[in-house]
């Protein structure tokens, strides 16, 4: 028997009180939206300057002069400085008038780069507004961020947030306020709640004021444009900094949401230090003998999977990623690899002692890691102004420096610490993949310090498709936002433990690649690598790649996630497990 807990009754009870009041409001919303002028029939009848934008086509929306839709209580905080190009954004979608009746926003597509501030630029259409809000986002992650941003730059009352997103499930009190989806949520489903389908009905029933789609080259995916279509909201923004698509779907957006508004440049940005300057330099080195032995005899089913294993775990490739990441931590800075192949990153991030994130890492694990990643190094502790660092001299937690991610993490996540990227693996020759990827160290917090450049590695494996994929990849970022890439080519070992590089580039920097004296403070005191040295490891090793399975999270239209359940690693008789044998 277990022993009755009174604290724990009366939890309980209060959650029964919270749950039934929340139906409550549900009902209680919900009752109001067929009586409710908002409707749209009656809306047409009542206001004929405002076409509404759910059938599909553009329109202005004369919000000044609308009583229908109940008001939002939102204001930019006074303290918050509007950037240039946000601030010209804005009043390319507000077209303000003397006249308040013509006064009106349009519906349209916002094009701004990586890490420049797009969400903020949508936040200050909502404070314009002043209606309720539907934010959609690609992912749990980043609705919780636009969420956040929200609270950090508008008065909005917290309470006036809603939540439909991942096990996240609340709706905003009053009449009015913001609700921050995710595009999997508008989707239709058995499998339910009856939270989620309260919620759900609640959404589609309200007419919105403004409706913004964070990552908008999504919606064009033949499921999520039905859905968006059916969204009822006076005004649609669509917010990206890629406007492509593989599929080249890219051009429905005009019809779904309406035209490019306002588009800033990538160099432009950076030149201004908005966004970080980056070095992006490709890296290509040969497979060894093994691994390129089982690669030339590959036949069979599977072959394409198999040989982009073989291209990944590479021990050469290895022994590149561990000198880099060596080499950069001894310097202070931090570091984000990419793997889309769940186990080999789960491979890599052991052996090197480093935590990972992908589909099925706990929401709470992510958000531990992704806080710990935010320590700053003791480097950076003796750059910040003295108050700040006793501040942070006292946060005795061990920082991470060096984060592992799966594609999950290509998209919206803001770590304005992360100074390096490091890309060991890629969605074929994604254009979109490559140029979200180089954001994630475009809002890098050490931006303006003098001399100071990001730096975007990617690793390919000679004589491997990764050479023609990582071609494409480029495409956009070079064709389009004017970045150069450095190629170098690893030819082989020095003595003093480096490597000989070959390029036609001018490398001021070779020192990151071939000379290890500069990585004596790095912060790995082993190197894993070793442990692949001996052929009769790389065997082992060998053994275990080839029995591996597919095991990557499939790239929906969301360029984000469905999280799919890890396969169960396949040994041969002779394999290894080669993680916890390379662990010193
Ligand atoms: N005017 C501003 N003042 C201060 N901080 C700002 C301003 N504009 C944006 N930021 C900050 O810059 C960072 C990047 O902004 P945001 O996440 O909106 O970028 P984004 O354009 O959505 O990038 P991505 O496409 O990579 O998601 C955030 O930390 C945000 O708070």
């Known amino acids: ?272 230090g908005y966004i970080a300057k980056v070095i992006c330099t490709q890296i290509e080195m040969d497979m060894t003998p093994v691994f390129a032995e089982a690669y030339a005899n590959i036949a069979g089913g599977n072959t394409h999977h198999t040989k982009a294993l073989l291209a990944i775990l590479n021990p050469n490739k290895f022994r590149i990623c561990e000198q880099l990441i060596r080499y950069h931590e001894s310097k202070g800075d931090k570091v984000l690899v990419y793997i889309d192949h769940i186990d080999a990153l789960k491979f890599y991030a052991e052996a090197m002692n480093r935590p990972f994130i992908y589909g099925d890492t706990p929401a709470d694990r992510t958000q531990h890691i992704l806080d710990h990643f935010s320590i700053p190094t003791r480097r950076e502790i003796t750059k910040l102004h003295w108050s700040d660092a006793a501040a942070r001299q006292v946060d005795t937690r061990t920082p991470v420096n060096t984060l592992f991610l799966s594609r999950i993490g290509d998209t919206s996540l803001d770590l304005p610490e992360a100074t390096v990227l490091i890309q060991i693996s890629s969605h074929f020759g994604s254009r979109r993949q490559e140029a979200q990827r180089l954001g994630r160290i475009l809002r890098a917090r050490r931006r303006n310090e003098t001399g100071f450049f990001s730096r975007f590695y990617t690793l390919v494996t000679s004589k491997t498709h990764e050479i023609a994929f990582s071609e494409k990849r480029r495409g956009f970022l070079e064709s389009e936002c004017g970045y150069d890439y450095a190629e170098w080519r690893i030819k082989g070992r020095i003595p003093n433990g480096g490597w000989d590089v070959e390029t036609d580039s001018n490398i001021s920097d070779r020192h990151v690649i071939d000379d290890e004296k500069h990585c004596e403070a790095a912060l790995i005191a082993t190197k894993p690598s070793e442990k692949l040295e001996s052929e009769d490891e790389q065997l082992k090793h060998r053994a275990w790649v080839l029995g591996l399975k597919q095991n990557s999270e499939p790239e929906d239209d969301l360029g984000t996630v469905t999280p799919i359940k890890p396969t169960k690693r396949k040994l041969s008789a002779s394999a290894t497990l080669p993680p916890k044998r390379l662990k010193a």
């Not at 839709?69 to 303290?79: C, F, T, V």
């Open 1 to 272: 028997m277990t022993k009755h807990d009174p604290s724990r009754s009366s939890a309980l009870s209060e959650d029964m009180n919270k749950h039934q009041q929340r139906q409550k409001h549900f009902s209680d919303l919900i009752a109001l939206l067929p009586q409710s002028p908002n409707t749209p029939s009656q809306q047409k009848q009542q206001d004929p300057q405002s076409t509404p934008s759910h059938t599909g086509g553009h329109s202005n929306y004369f919000f000044e002069t609308d009583k229908n839709l109940p008001p939002l209580n939102i204001n930019l905080k006074s303290e918050i400085e509007i950037r240039p190009y946000q601030k010209e954004a804005l009043d390319l979608i507000v077209n303000r008038s003397n006249d308040p009746s013509h006064t009106y926003i349009q519906s349209g597509l916002l094009v701004l780069p990586c890490g420049a501030g797009k969400t903020l630029a949508s936040i200050l259409v909502a404070c314009s507004l002043k209606k309720s809000v539907l934010v959609v986002c690609s992912t749990v992650i980043a609705a919780e961020q636009f969420r956040k941003e929200f609270l950090k730059f508008t008065t909005v009352m917290g309470a006036s947030l809603g939540m439909f997103a991942g096990d996240r499930k609340f709706p905003f009190n009053g009449r009015s306020g913001v609700l921050f989806a995710t595009y999997s949520s508008l989707l239709e489903s058995r499998y339910r709640t009856a939270d989620a389908k309260r919620l759900s009905q609640f959404m589609e029933n309200t007419e919105w004021g403004l409706c913004i789609l964070d990552e908008v080259h999504c919606v064009p995916a033949n499921h999520f444009s039905k859905a968006v279509k059916k969204i009822k909201a006076k005004v649609k923004i669509g917010l990206t900094a890629t406007l492509l698509r593989e599929d080249e779907k890219i051009g429905d957006l005009d019809d779904i949401i309406g035209p490019i508004l306002y588009e800033a440049k990538w160099k432009e940005l950076a030149e201004k």
